[in-house]
């Protein structure tokens, strides 16, 4: 069986669970965003969303841990919340160590509104938007951080189909 987001077609033999499965995760399309640690001051990655698209997850990925003397702290979220998925991340230690990651599913208790309740929204939307992660770093020189966000969505223009009424 395909693991989630993995689009490498599944074997000749496969079910046709495994085929159904493998379909919907072939047209999704991820993109990343890289921070690397240069001191002290506030990083911003950015990751634009299509219009219509439907958001899977963000996965953000503790790469090495952050260095400097001051806290780095990271949150993630679109312009209306800039926290709204992930808040108060201490990319120093225990909240995202190196090998580590968060998703909407292990959020490591670092759910922003977006995700802290049994649902997360907004997923779809209408319009595009800009997904952005925001690591402060209070003081300090360290250069040893990096930390990866990934999105992971589905486009959905095109593939739509309206429901039908039966009266």
Do not use: H
Not at 69 to 82: I, P
């Amino acid at each position: 069986m395909a693991y989630p987001y993995d689009t490498t077609p599944v074997a000749q033999n496969a079910t046709g669970a495994e085929r159904a499965a493998e379909t919907a995760l072939a047209f999704c399309k991820s993109s990343s965003v890289s921070f690397t640690e240069a001191g002290a001051g506030t990083y911003t990655g950015s990751i634009t969303l299509p219009a219509g698209s439907t958001l899977i997850d963000v996965i953000v990925d503790g790469v090495a841990l952050w260095n400097s003397a001051g806290a780095c702290t990271l949150k993630v979220g679109v312009v209306a919340d800039d926290d709204g998925y992930f808040t108060g991340v201490d990319l120093k230690a225990t909240d995202l160590l190196a090998g580590e990651s968060l998703s909407f599913s292990f959020a490591g208790g670092k759910a922003g509104a977006y995700i802290a309740n049994s649902q997360v929204s907004p997923r779809y939307s209408a319009t595009a938007r800009v997904l952005s992660g925001i690591v402060t770093v209070a003081s300090g020189a360290g250069t040893l951080g990096r930390t990866r966000i990934t999105a992971i969505w589905k486009e959905t223009a095109g593939n739509v189909v309206a429901a039908t009424l039966v009266p």
